[in-house]
C-alpha cells in the first residue's frame, strides 16, 4: 500500500505523488479510456488527511474527507523555439524566354561585290545584305521555319515562307523600301531597308536600314 504524505494537501506533494505514479507505470494507467476524461484530463482525490492521492475513473466523485483534483494529460503548449539557421542558397532556375530586341539600326554598311553580311536576327528571321556580281544590292530574307509570311513592296509578296528559303523583299535604290514579316509563335518585325548600288561607291554596295521587333 502507498506510504501516505504527512502534513497538509500541497502542490509539492501531490505532484510528487504523481511522479511516483507516473515512474511506477501509472502513465499507461492513467491512459486508459476509464481514467482521462472527454476534456483530456485526469481525475484523482487527495486525502485531506495525511496529502495521499489516488487516480479515479472520469465522473466518479472522491470519498468523504478527500477534495477532488484534476490535471490535463498533456501540458500547456510551450514557447517558441529560437528561428534556425539560414538556408543555402537555391539553385538558379532555368532561364526566362527571349525578350524583344528593339531597333536594329545599320548604317554606311559595306559589302564587297558578291559578298552577303547579316545585319540582323530576330526569332526565326535572318535580314542579309547582299551585293550582287552585277554591282545590284538587295536584302535577303529567311526563315527556320515553316508557316512564316512576308508582306513586302518588291517581289510576289505577300507570300509564305518555307524554312530555308530566300526573299528578296527590297532589291531596288529606293529610300523608303518596306516589308513586315511574321512567324508562326508570334515574332514579328518590320524593316524600312534602303541601300546604294555599286554605282555610287566603286566596286562595293552600301547599305543602311533599321528594323524594329514589334512582338
Known sequence: MPKKFNGRVSYA???ATVA??????????????SFVGSTGTISGCVA???????VVKSGKKCPHGSVALAFNQKGPQGLPGAPGATGGVGATGPAGPEGISGQTRWGNLTVNEGGTTVVAKVGPFTLSAQCQAGGEGRYVLTSSVDGAWLYGEDGPYPGEMKAGEEFFPADDED???????????GTSLNAVPLHFN???IGSACEFQGELTQTS
Request: charged share 20%.
Open 20 to 33: 511516483v505514479f507516473i515512474a511506477l507505470g501509472g502513465g499507461a494507467y492513467a491512459a486508459s479510456s
Open 198 to 200: 555599286k554605282e555610287h
Open 48 to 54: 485531506k488527511k495525511g496529502g495521499a492521492f489516488r
Open 175 to 185: 529610300y523608303d523600301e518596306a516589308f513586315y514579316a511574321w512567324a508562326p509563335g
Open 13 to 15: 506533494n501531490v505532484m
